[in-house]
C-alpha cells in the first residue's frame, strides 16, 4: 500500500567495475557495510564540508542508485562525470518521477535508516504518475525529527551534523578521503557541532517555514518544515539550552515555543552558548 507519493524525486544509476570505489572515495556514507535493500542518507560536500547534494544511496546488483530532489539531479550527474575521470563507471538516469512511500513495512521498496533509527519502517521506491502527496510523510518526518532539503536546510549552508548525518547511518568518520571529510573530522573529533535539527511545537498554528527562533531577542535559528502547530528547526542547541537554563521563553516569531531534540538521537541541550562553529 503507498501511503505518501512525492513528486519532483529523482534517480541516477551508478553501474561499472569502479562503481563502489568511486562513490567511497566522493560521498559521506560508507558503502562498504550498506546492504542491498536499505536506503542510507548521503551526501556530496563543499571542500568547506558543508552539503552540497543531500540523496539517497541503496546498492543494487549493479551498482547503486542515489535518489535526490528532480531539481538537484543534473548537477549530481555534473559532479560525479567531473569526477570520473578514467574510472569504470557508466552514470545513466532512472526513468521515474517520483518516490512511492510505505509506513507499515507492509509492501515493496528500500528500508529508509534514518526511519529505522527512530523505530520506524518505512519503505521507498521509484514511481511515476501520481499527484503530490506529502503531508503524511511530513508529518512523520516532524514526529521523529528527519530533516529534508530544501525544507529544512539550503544547499551549502548546513554541515552534516548539522542535520544528524553523523547520528543516522549518513557520515562515517572510519573510511578513507572524501571531499569535504576533513572539515566534519574536526568537528566530531573536537565536538564543535552546536547547530541541529529540533522538533518545535507552538501553542497554535506556527509561523511559516524560514521564521527566526529567538530568545532574549536574539536569534537562535530558523522554522524548517511546517505542519500546524509542530515543526523542525535548525537551532544552536547551546544557545537554546542556556535559555532554557535561565527560564527564557523561546520564540518563532511572536509566537511562544517549546523545542525538543529527537530522541533517537541521543543528544541533549547544554546548559551553556560555547563559541561558533567550525
Known amino acids: 500500500m503507498t501511503h505518501a507519493f512525492l513528486a519532483r524525486r529523482a534517480f541516477l544509476d551508478i553501474g561499472g567495475a569502479d562503481a563502489e570505489s568511486f562513490l567511497q572515495n566522493l560521498i559521506t556514507t560508507d558503502l562498504t557495510g550498506l546492504p542491498e535493500g536499505d536506503a542510507?542518507?548521503?551526501?556530496?560536500?563543499?571542500?568547506?564540508?558543508?552539503?552540497?547534494i543531500f540523496f539517497l544511496v541503496s546498492r543494487q546488483s549493479t551498482?547503486?542508485?542515489?535518489?535526490?530532489?528532480?531539481?538537484?539531479?543534473?548537477?549530481?550527474?555534473?559532479?560525479?562525470?567531473?569526477?570520473?575521470?578514467?574510472?569504470?563507471?557508466?552514470?545513466?538516469?532512472?526513468?521515474?518521477d517520483?518516490?512511492?512511500?510505505?509506513?507499515?513495512?507492509?509492501?515493496?521498496?528500500?528500508?529508509?535508516?534514518?526511519?529505522?533509527?527512530?523505530?520506524?519502517?518505512?519503505?521507498?521506491?521509484?514511481?511515476?504518475?501520481?499527484?503530490?502527496?506529502?503531508?503524511?510523510?511530513d508529518s512523520l518526518r516532524i514526529a521523529h525529527g528527519i530533516a529534508e532539503a530544501p525544507e529544512d536546510f539550503a544547499p551549502g549552508d548546513a554541515f552534516p551534523h548539522d542535520v544528524?548525518?553523523?547520528?543516522?547511518?549518513?557520515?562515517?568518520?572510519?573510511?578513507?578521503?572524501?571531499?569535504?571529510?576533513?572539515?566534519?573530522?574536526?568537528?566530531?573529533?573536537r565536538a564543535t557541532a552546536r547547530r541541529r535539527i529540533v522538533q518545535v511545537s507552538g501553542v497554535a498554528v506556527l509561523p511559516v517555514t524560514g521564521t527566526p527562533l529567538t530568545a532574549g531577542?536574539?536569534?537562535?535559528?530558523?522554522?524548517?518544515?511546517?505542519?500546524?502547530?509542530?515543526?523542525?528547526?535548525m537551532v544552536r542547541i547551546d544557545k537554546a539550552g542556556a535559555a532554557m537554563a535561565d527560564d527564557q521563553p523561546i520564540f518563532a516569531g511572536d509566537m511562544p515555543v517549546t523545542l525538543r531534540l529527537p530522541g533517537w538521537s541521543g543528544l541533549g541541550f547544554p546548559a551553556e552558548p560555547v563559541g561558533d562553529d567550525t
Open 164 to 189: 544528524l548525518m553523523d547520528l543516522n547511518g549518513g557520515l562515517s568518520f572510519r573510511k578513507g578521503c572524501y571531499v569535504g571529510q576533513e572539515v566534519v573530522s574536526r568537528m566530531q573529533h
Open 217 to 233: 531577542g536574539k536569534s537562535i535559528g530558523t522554522l524548517g518544515t511546517v505542519i500546524g502547530n509542530a515543526g523542525l528547526a
Open 40 to 52: 542510507a542518507p548521503g551526501a556530496l560536500l563543499t571542500p568547506q564540508g558543508k552539503i552540497l
Open 63 to 96: 551498482g547503486f542508485r542515489l535518489e535526490c530532489e528532480s531539481e538537484n539531479r543534473d548537477n549530481l550527474l555534473k559532479r560525479l562525470t567531473m569526477y570520473r575521470l578514467r574510472a569504470a563507471v557508466e552514470l545513466k538516469p532512472v526513468d521515474a
Open 98 to 137: 517520483g518516490t512511492a512511500l510505505c509506513f507499515d513495512g507492509d509492501g515493496e521498496g528500500l528500508r529508509d535508516i534514518r526511519f529505522a533509527k527512530a523505530g520506524i519502517t518505512l519503505l521507498r521506491r521509484a514511481a511515476s504518475g501520481a499527484d503530490e502527496n506529502r503531508q503524511a510523510y
